[in-house]
């Protein structure tokens, strides 16, 4: 009797203990994600990071079995999105897609925070202000506008105080010697937009995308682009590399993750990215909004900040924006 | 208009169109009834799931829910001093003091209708005109916005009630309270102690929900009598003939003046509107006394504008593709993720869109108008439900709409604090109003008179000369002078007789 019942339970014990080793070899085999993956958006729903995120983060969902979860935290023009996955857990289950404002955030006095204080995944677009004026204006190319310019003040809107667009149209002013009243409009590149439609300003500087109704309707046009690349909103504006000025002022778009994350989980995420960034949808998606995209991959990326970090603060710096 | 008439037809004819519009309307009543969530979050939550929908189907919804949620505002505003949204923020004024008489049916009944005659219009108005108003809402610019908000300031002397000193320190403090956050010109951060929190200012929502809703219940709490409940008269469903002889005039001059709040394009909403609506209401009553303590008034004002602020806010959206409100921001990204821009070339690239919208929005004013008038002695037994349940329920829905605000536990510490300014400000008898107007508009009046300076180079002329600003400031003097005109020739008759 007593061995019958001390060998029933040897056998559970056993039974037990194989089940918890062989139990860890399956969940040890699944890798990263195994749970959802959060994706901080530091600005409003519906505008362009939003965009982004929810496009690829919709595409990811789809290649991997748990979700991926989209949260938005806005607030000083990104701060309060990138402290908040700056103190999540390194585990590569909480990440940020941020715009090229995390390198001027810390030089206008936003932050403390910058890359250094991040892991960079990949970078997956980019928006860079034009220089834009109403169709049916006097000034059909840069160079007319570029004249009026040098004889009398004109008027200009921009997008928010302290911002990158800001920053382009003052270097445009500075580097090219011209007299622009330069307005910042704190809510963006929308209602600047709409200015120049009700002709309260001769021309504005934002990104293509932020008036894309007006350029499409052939309302607008487009004199010049502050990016290497031409805009697909404006296939026909040059860039001002083209014109024969150096204005580069680009606001590349991002994900990063925590300080400490390990490679492999960074690497697994530069691969899925990399999948929902060739797709179609997301390709296509692009060029109907007007923005540029591109593809930057973890060095990459970590290069392309770095240097962008320095560029931004002398760039902040010499327009006047820089607090330190 | 053959053509048109065909295509609205054809968009009557398609069951999706009904059933998701329906479902929408019903979704956003629902969200904008709970205190704390408003309608913005609805359509900023919601969105996604449209996406997988087919594209006039997914925008029907969203259009349902904007509208249901703008209405469904009204809602908790009446029953439980929340306002649902903040475009109902001034229907509690009148809509809670009427319901605490007993009244309560009466007040979603005058809500509703008033609702869906302010929509229903504005949505008109946008079939009809929208191209024309746009020409004239682009017209104005930061000189115009600045007189406005000017005039909506000057008003506070006329809501102040009795101690204009209170009023005016309310004021003042709604403005301060405006200031926090980054300077609209330079980016500067102001009051905000290092808090990242408060670089973007402090989020109306709380404040709100604190100062009305908590505030009420921390007042319910300090009653020592219990059980004091009034039964709620319920009667019949739509307004009686008498409410609306006295409201109508109210109907047409709220209507007027949401759509062309909602027109203006940029972060002006239901909020701005039933503020100006509110105002203009008292302004013109023949008893300006009876606002504040359940004037039918002052919930049609409130009501038909900050409805009337959608069919407006969709004129630019649709004409323009640019935004008349926050809502109406987010739904650019959900045409873009259709793969559609709203502009002029939406309407000769996809008329049955266009269309399509418009059927779909007038669909959600009648679907809302029979749930609400039907719903409504539902909705008001809520107030049976015994006071201590009914407190504990409320204080919970402020706490999770607080941080629904922004996932975030600050919003919760915001709302809590102003539910205490509240209290106290009641106790002694300090306005609200002229807080929210200060707050509201205090924000605006800076950055328009300081983008308008830079734009025109320090020429302060350009404010006072341009045509439609200067209408503003001739309707501030106006409202200004008048009562003290008024005043005077009252004395010097009280003297006469006296003689």
């Known amino acids: ?324 | 208009m053959e053509t048109a008439w065909s295509l609205l037809i054809s968009i009557f004819g398609r069951p999706e169109v009904w059933f998701y519009t329906l479902l929408g309307t019903i979704g956003g009543i629902v969200v904008g009834a709970i205190p704390g969530l408003t309608a913005t979050m609805a359509v900023a939550v919601l969105i996604p799931f449209t996406f997988r929908l087919e594209p006039l189907v997914g925008l029907a919804t969203l259009c349902g829910i904007y509208i249901g949620g703008i209405y469904g505002g009204s809602i908790s505003a009446v029953l439980w001093r929340i306002p649902g949204t903040p475009s109902s923020a001034f229907t509690t004024l009148d809509g809670y003091p009427m319901a605490v008489r007993g009244e309560a049916g009466r007040a979603i009944s005058i809500s509703t209708t008033s609702s869906f005659i302010g929509g229903l219009v504005s949505i008109i108005f946008l079939i009809v005109t929208a191209p024309f108003i746009v020409k004239v809402a682009l017209r104005f610019s930061e000189p115009e916005f600045f007189a406005i908000a000017v005039w909506g300031l000057a008003s506070v002397a006329d809501v102040s009630g009795k101690k204009l000193i209170y009023g005016l320190i309310s004021a003042v403090f709604g403005v301060f309270l405006g200031t926090i956050g980054l300077d609209p010109m330079t980016g500067a951060p102001r009051f905000t102690f290092g808090l990242e929190n408060l670089q973007s200012g402090l989020e109306f929502v709380p404040i709100m929900i604190g100062l009305f809703g908590l505030s009420e219940v921390l007042n319910e709490m300090g009653r020592t009598e219990t059980g004091q409940r009034v039964t709620q008269k319920i009667g019949n469903l739509l307004p009686t003939w008498e409410d609306v002889k006295r409201i109508w005039r109210t109907w047409v001059r709220g209507t007027l003046i949401g759509i062309w709040v909602g027109v203006l394009p940029g972060a002006t909403g239901g909020a701005m509107g039933s503020l100006m609506a509110y105002n203009a209401e008292k302004q013109v009553s023949k008893h300006p006394e009876e606002f504040g303590k359940g004037a039918p008034e002052g919930i049609a004002a409130s009501e038909s504008a900050n409805n009337a602020t959608v069919g407006g806010s969709l004129v630019p959206l649709l004409t323009l593709g640019i935004p008349g409100d926050t809502i109406t921001a987010l739904m650019i990204g959900a045409f873009m993720m259709h793969n559609l821009r709203p502009g002029p070339l939406l309407y000769e690239q996809n008329p049955q869109l266009v269309y399509g919208i418009y059927g779909s929005l007038i669909l959600a004013h009648f679907f809302f108008l029979i749930l609400g008038l039907a719903a409504a002695r539902t909705f008001a037994r809520v107030l049976n439900i015994p006071r201590p349940i009914l407190l504990a329920l409320i204080v919970t829905f402020c706490t999770l709409g607080s941080y629904a605000v922004s996932n975030d536990v600050f919003n919760i510490v915001i709302m809590a604090l102003f539910g205490i300014i509240g209290f106290i400000m009641e106790r002694i008898e300090m306005p609200v109003t002229p807080m929210l107007i200060g707050l509201v508009l205090g924000p605006m009046a800076e950055s328009s008179l300081r983008t308008a300076l830079k734009m025109y180079e320090g020429d302060v002329s350009v404010l006072f000369t341009r045509p439609f600003s200067l209408f503003f400031w001739v309707l501030t003097a106006a409202m200004l002078i008048i009562p003290r005109i008024q005043q005077v020739k009252a004395k010097r008759q009280a003297a006469a007789v006296k003689n």
């Not at chain 1, 994706?39 to 362009?48: K, L």
């Not at chain 1, 682009?225 to 778009?253: Q, W």
């Open chain 1, 1 to 324: 009797m007593m061995l019958k019942r001390f060998a029933i339970v040897l056998a559970s014990v056993a039974l037990l203990g194989g089940a918890l080793v062989f139990g860890g070899c399956a969940k040890s085999e699944k890798s990263f994600p195994k749970r959802d993956i959060t994706i901080v958006v530091p600005f409003g729903a519906g505008g362009g990071t939003d965009q982004v995120a929810r496009v690829l983060g919709d595409l990811v969902d789809k290649a991997i079995e748990p979700a991926v979860v989209i949260v938005n935290k806005t607030g000083g023009g990104g701060a309060v999105g990138l402290t908040e996955v700056s103190k999540a857990q390194p585990d590569g289950y909480t990440l940020v897609l941020m715009t090229s404002n995390i390198s001027t955030l810390k030089w206008t006095g936003h932050s403390k925070l910058t890359y250094k204080d991040f892991e960079p995944i990949v970078a997956v677009n980019y928006d860079a202000p034009a220089l834009i004026v109403k169709a049916d204006s006097p000034w059909k190319s840069y160079e007319d506008f570029a004249k009026t310019a040098k004889e009398r003040t004109m008027r200009v809107a921009t997008g928010a105080p302290g911002g990158l667009w800001q920053a382009g149209a003052l270097a445009l002013a500075k580097r090219a010697g011209l007299q622009l009243n330069i307005v910042p409009e704190e809510q963006g590149g929308a209602p600047a937009a709409v200015k120049l439609l009700g002709g309260h300003v001769e021309a504005i500087v934002v990104p293509p995308n932020e008036a894309a109704s007006q350029i499409e309707s052939k309302q607008f046009r487009v004199l010049g682009v502050m990016a290497p690349d031409r805009n697909p909103l404006a296939p026909d504006a040059p860039t001002f590399k083209e014109l024969g000025l150096d204005l580069d002022i680009r606001s590349v778009r991002g994900f990063l993750a925590p300080k400490g994350t390990p490679t492999e989980v960074i690497k697994t995420l530069e691969e899925l990215f990399k999948t929902a960034w060739n797709s179609k949808e997301y390709q296509a998606y692009m060029k109907k909004t007007g923005s540029n995209a591109i593809w930057m991959g973890t060095q990459e990326y970590i290069s392309h900040l770095t240097s962008e970090y320095e560029k931004y603060h002398a760039l902040l710096k010499e327009t006047g924006l820089a607090k330190e």
